[in-house]
Each structure stands twice: as C-alpha cells, then as structure tokens.
C-alpha cells in the first residue's frame, strides 16, 4: 500500500504563490508515476500536473498551468512538490495527489491512479 499525505493549501490572494507538499510512504517512491488533481465544487476530478521517471525525470501539466505551476520530486525524502504561482480564482479547488505503480507513463484520468491522498484546499480570493 502507497500512504500519500498532503500539506501546503491555503487562503491567497490572486497574483500569490503556494506550494503543496506529498509525502508518501509504503512504496519505492522512484518507481511511482506521481500526479496532482483538482476538484472544484461541483465539478468532476480534473489532471493538473504529472511526474515519472523514465531515464529522465518527465513533467506534464494540463494547458491551463502550463507557465505558472511546476511539479517536481525530491527521491530522498520521497516527496513530491507543486509549486503554483500567479494563482487566479479559477485555481480554487482541492488538489489531491495520486500514485500510479504500475503505469509506464503519466495519464490524465484519474481511475489509472491506485493511491490518492486525502485532499488539501486551494482557495484563491479576488
């Protein structure tokens, strides 16, 4: 079992910077496809960011944070970071982050992830 444990949601303003935190436990974490998801109120579980490691280290990231958040790992200490800058309202949502141990590469549908942490809120004011 993969333990996924997030931390770093809070209140902004619009233009600020936040950055979450997913510690996992269980698992070798080098061998996990790692992706972070959004869900606003009402809405369904949406891709945001994803990070594997395939000889390279690859990133992906949904259009509408391209430029603004960068996701990365720290191996050491098993982590894995979204840094979100130049926040807008439209961010506000609970990002939960996702392991895949199986996957060859990151997709962006949430039933390819096994493992989900419990939720950390993004509120982004005006």
């Known amino acids: 079992q993969v333990q996924l444990v997030e931390s770093g949601g809070g209140l902004v303003q619009a233009g600020d910077s936040l950055r979450l935190s997913c510690a996992t436990s269980?698992?070798?974490?080098?061998?996990?496809?790692m992706g972070w998801f959004r869900q606003a109120p009402g809405k369904g579980r949406e891709f945001v960011a994803a990070?594997?490691?395939?000889?390279?280290?690859?990133?992906r990231y949904t259009d509408s944070v391209k430029g603004r958040f960068t996701i990365s790992r720290d191996n050491a200490k098993s982590t894995v970071y979204l840094q979100m800058n130049s926040l807008k309202p439209e961010d506000t949502a609970v990002y939960y982050c996702?392991?895949?141990?199986?996957?060859?590469?990151?997709?962006?549908?949430?039933?390819?992830?096994?493992?989900w942490g419990q939720g950390t809120q993004v509120t982004v004011s005006s």
């Open positions: 996702a392991a895949d141990r199986s996957g060859i590469e990151a997709t962006s549908t949430p039933r390819s992830y096994e493992f």
């Open positions: 269980g698992y070798t974490f080098g061998s996990l496809i």
């Open positions: 990070t594997w490691f395939n000889g390279d280290t690859i990133t």
